[in-house]
């Protein structure tokens, strides 16, 4: 849960109340030393747009992309190229299409 949460770039608290529980109680869920219940389970789920199975890293079929090592980096190096100015966004974007051997469309 923790890893889909920090992709959405929420905190406790955010999923916490979009599903309804305590902070403190959603907190307990993700660390796991307190088990959820299968409503909240699919609720959670809901919220974040995946199967129950995705919470418990089965079936990651169609989320081939996501890399699951370190998000927390990833959206740092996203924020970070959001805050360069169009110009430099632009270049780089070019560079990448480059090596990736293709237009961008």
Request: hydrophobic fraction near 40%; charged fraction near 30%.
């Amino acid at each position: 849960m923790k890893q889909f949460r920090h992709i959405k770039g929420e905190r406790q608290s955010d999923t916490a109340e979009a599903v309804g529980v305590s902070r403190e109680m959603y907190s307990m869920y993700e660390s796991g030393k307190v088990k959820a219940p299968l409503k909240v389970l699919t609720l959670v789920a809901d919220h974040f747009e995946v199967s129950v199975d995705m919470l418990f890293g089965r079936n990651m079929q169609g989320l081939d992309f996501l890399k699951w090592t370190d998000v927390n980096e990833e959206l740092e190096l996203l924020k970070k190229f959001d805050n360069l100015p169009e110009a430099e966004r632009e270049a780089i974007m070019a560079q990448i299409d480059e090596l990736a051997g293709g237009g961008r469309m």
